[in-house]
């Protein structure tokens, strides 16, 4: 008889987000992390990025929507401790500030990172795929 296997825990970056909200080509493969609520972690900074692309984009409306679709998930703030190993992470893989607290928030909550950043392209933990350019 064979163990079930336990899904992990997930957190998708605010460009997964993006993607999986404007139904771009990699949608499809942020969907699965996104649609299981039960294992998903938000970052809240990823909720800040979020809105504030979609307020712009699209309205208010649209951005709160988004943000309601994003707390399904566990959100989590950014408290002191998240944020020192956000900083460690960040001068490490040589991460932007906002990359490195999606880092940071997935390796303490023992989540798998989902991403079409360049930046997490070798880093251990993320699951990668290239974001689609249009010819």
Known sequence: MSTPTVPSRNVVDSSGWLEYLADGANA????PAIEDTEHLVVPALSVLEVFKWVLRERGEDA???AAALMQQGHVI?????LAIQAAKLGLQHRLPLADSVMLATAQVYGAVLWTQ????EEISGVRYRPKHRPA
Not at 77 to 81: F, G, M, R, T
Not at 117 to 120: M, P
């Open 28 to 31: 499809e493969f942020f969907a």
């Open 77 to 81: 703030e950014l408290d002191v401790a």
């Open 117 to 120: 950043d360049a930046d997490f």
């Open 63 to 65: 951005a709160l929507q």
